[in-house]
Nanobody
Framework: QVFVEESGGGLVQAGGSLRLSCTGS????????MAWYRQAPGAEREFVAA?????????YAVYIDEDRFTISREIARNAVYRQMIRLKVEDTAVYYC???????????????WGQGTQVTVSS
């Protein structure tokens, strides 16, 4: 089981930016492709974006604007990031990270979740 910890969320005005971080062990997150998910109030958890184990490939959900959201990772820090710019009210949700398969990023490698980090965008 991989233990993950999400951070970087908070309250931001519409049009602002946030950078979410995901760290964890053991085994290191570097062993896996990693995916971001989100869950808005009254909605089911949904896939947002993923990055390959090596960090050289990314995948974004069809509803995600790739010019606003960027997923990346820093191998040396065993971390995965999600940069969000020009945030909108509808981006408000709890954001989670979890390991995925390196060939199918949406295939979760475990059924446990961290606490997530709350992103709240105000108008």
């Amino acid at each position: 089981q991989v233990f993950v910890e999400e951070s970087g969320g908070g309250l931001v005005q519409a049009g602002g930016s946030l950078r979410l971080s995901c760290t964890g062990s053991d085994p290191p997150l570097n062993n896996y492709a990693m995916a971001w998910y989100r869950q808005a109030p009254g909605a089911e958890r949904e896939f947002v974006a993923a990055i390959s184990r090596n960090g050289d490939r990314t995948l974004y959900a069809v509803y995600i604007d790739e010019d606003r959201f960027t997923i990346s990772r820093e191998i040396a820090r065993n971390a995965v990031y999600r940069q969000m710019i020009r945030l909108k009210v509808e981006d408000t949700a709890v954001y989670y990270c979890n390991p995925g398969d390196d060939r199918d990023y949406t295939l979760l490698q475990q059924d446990t979740w961290g606490q997530g980090t709350q992103v709240t965008v105000s108008s």
